[in-house]
Structures are given as structure tokens and as C-alpha cells.
């Protein structure tokens, strides 16, 4: 079992910044692909951006050139720098992993959650 481990969210106004983290327990950290999730009430779950093993990323429309994903391997660590913050950011972020266990095993886990809120 992985365990994610998020920290970071929190209450900021609109244009401020925050660095969400998120710590994994899984062995094979460097070859997983990470990724941020966030849910706004009432709304479904969407990917805001994702890295993988050998540093690609991609992001969502809504968050491009203000978000930035990177990975710290010796740390197992993943960080989601938000710049430019806006009221609709407003969400749970879910840090997400996709764990090579083996070459034929794999597994996908989520983070709890952390609240992040933008006020106008």
C-alpha cells in the first residue's frame, strides 16, 4: 500500500500563490507518474496537471503558464507551484500516483485531499 501524503493548501487571495507538496511512500518513486486533481462542489473531479517518470508534463487550459509541476525524486516529492491564483481555483486538490509495482503489476492511488480557497 502507497501512501500519499499532501500538504500546502490553504486560504489566499486572488493573484496570491501556494506550493501544494505531495510525499509518496512507494518504492519505485522515479519511474510513477504523479499527478494533481482538483474538485470544486458540485462539480467532477479534473486532472490540472501531471508528470511523468522522465519529467513531461502537461497541464490543464485553465491553468497553463500559472501552475507549475515538478518532481524531486531523491525526495520523493512532487510540488505543484500555483501562481496568479483565481476565486475559481477554488477546490480540493488530490495529489494522484500511478505506481509501477512490477512490470505487471501496477496500481493507481489518491492523497486525502487538501482544501485550497481564493477569495475575490
Known amino acids: 500500500q502507497v501512501q500519499l501524503v499532501e500538504s500546502g493548501g490553504g486560504l489566499v487571495r486572488a493573484g496570491g500563490s501556494l506550493r501544494l507538496s505531495c510525499t509518496s511512500s512507494s518504492s519505485t518513486f522515479s519511474i510513477n507518474t504523479m499527478a494533481w486533481y482538483r474538485q470544486a462542489p458540485g462539480k467532477q473531479r479534473e486532472l490540472v496537471a501531471a508528470?511523468?517518470?522522465?519529467?513531461?508534463?502537461n497541464y490543464a487550459d485553465s491553468v497553463k503558464g500559472r501552475f507549475a509541476l515538478s518532481r524531486d525524486n531523491a525526495k520523493n516529492t512532487v510540488y505543484l507551484q500555483m501562481n496568479g491564483l483565481k476565486p475559481e481555483d477554488t477546490a480540493v486538490y488530490y495529489c494522484y500516483s500511478h505506481v509501477v509495482v512490477t512490470t505487471s503489476l501496477q496500481n493507481d492511488y489518491w492523497g486525502q485531499g487538501t482544501q485550497v480557497t481564493v477569495s475575490s
Open positions: 508528470i511523468t517518470s522522465g519529467g513531461s508534463t
